[in-house]
């Protein structure tokens, strides 16, 4: 007499073979490329690349001495550093519908539960960091430019160039962005059993110390955007303790059907 589970497999039946899956992961990153080529042939027209850098720009421009502007010291400047904005702007718009081929691909090998737990951190993880960006943007930008033009002497007038901008401003990006992440990499930990929440919680003082020592390395050397990384930082640790109480509760893996199928079995 054969031993056969209570309840069936979810992914039974969803196997593929191997060559199948390449074809569908290339079918999938097609389809990305497609839908960022349409973003950025949208932006091109409309506002179009050098509309797009003046708004990037727009937070520096705004604190230099009147008359002043950005300059260009490479003859292929001009035109490169607005491209790659507008590549970078299209792949920011294009961003959900990216990650919607991505979780259409993976979704189909992932447990109920497992996909109660991956779903909800991408698209989480995804508003977090735009967030990071845009708190970056509009608030830190404007204190730490107003802090480096007032310590600049009258003799010197700011001409700052494009491509240098632009690598402060994506790393400034970058750091906001993966700082907002702290949620994210908390109820990750908690939920692979790295840590306990409650050593989390005891984690606190740690985290704070860590944070303004981070803060202190990425950012300018001024107070105001320093407390605008740790700050939030410290927020965040405590929001991603909470949604880690919360996955951890809703996102457990039912009983294994073999465990069941072997107790029912003993039983009778």
């Given at each position: 007499m054969s031993d056969t589970p209570s309840q069936e497999d979810e992914l039974a039946g969803t196997e593929q073979p191997f060559v199948q899956h390449l074809m569908e992961l290339r079918d999938r990153l097609v389809k990305a490329i497609i839908a960022i080529a349409v973003a950025a042939a949208f932006l091109f027209f409309f506002p179009g690349p050098g509309p797009l850098y003046d708004f990037l720009a727009a937070p520096l421009v705004a604190h230099l001495p009147k008359g002043a502007?950005?300059?260009a010291t490479s003859v292929i400047s001009p035109f490169m550093v607005p491209l790659k904005i507008l590549l970078m702007a299209a792949f920011l718009l294009?961003?959900?519908?990216?990650?919607?081929q991505v979780?259409?691909?993976?979704?189909?090998?992932?447990?109920?539960?497992?996909?109660?737990?991956?779903?909800?951190?991408?698209?989480?993880?995804?508003?977090?960091?735009?967030?990071?960006?845009?708190?970056?943007?509009?608030?830190?930008?404007?204190?730490?430019?107003?802090?480096?033009?007032?310590?600049?002497?009258k003799s010197i007038t700011a001409a700052p160039d494009i491509e240098a901008y632009l690598s402060f401003v994506l790393s400034m990006f970058l750091a906001f962005g993966l700082a907002f992440e702290v949620p994210i990499a908390v109820v990750v930990l908690a939920r692979m059993g790295v840590v306990s929440v409650e050593k989390l919680k005891s984690f606190r003082g740690y985290f704070v110390v860590g944070a303004f020592v981070v803060a202190?390395?990425?950012?300018?050397?001024?107070?105001?955007?320093?407390?605008?990384?740790?700050?939030?930082?410290?927020?965040?640790?405590?929001?991603?303790?909470?949604?880690?109480?919360?996955?951890?509760?809703?996102?457990k893996a039912p009983e294994n059907a073999d465990d069941q199928a072997a107790s029912s079995s003993s039983s009778s």
């Open positions: 502007t950005l300059i294009a961003l959900p519908f990216v990650l919607w979780w259409a691909f993976v979704a189909p090998g992932l447990y109920s539960h497992e996909k109660k737990l991956v779903l909800p951190l991408v698209v989480s993880s995804t508003l977090l960091f735009f967030i990071g960006v845009a708190f970056c943007y509009f608030f830190v930008f404007g204190q730490v430019f107003a802090f480096i033009q007032s310590f600049a002497p202190a390395v990425v950012t300018p050397p001024d107070v105001v955007s320093q407390l605008a990384l740790a700050v939030p930082m410290c927020i965040l640790y405590e929001i991603g303790i909470w949604a880690a109480q919360v996955f951890i509760k809703h996102t």
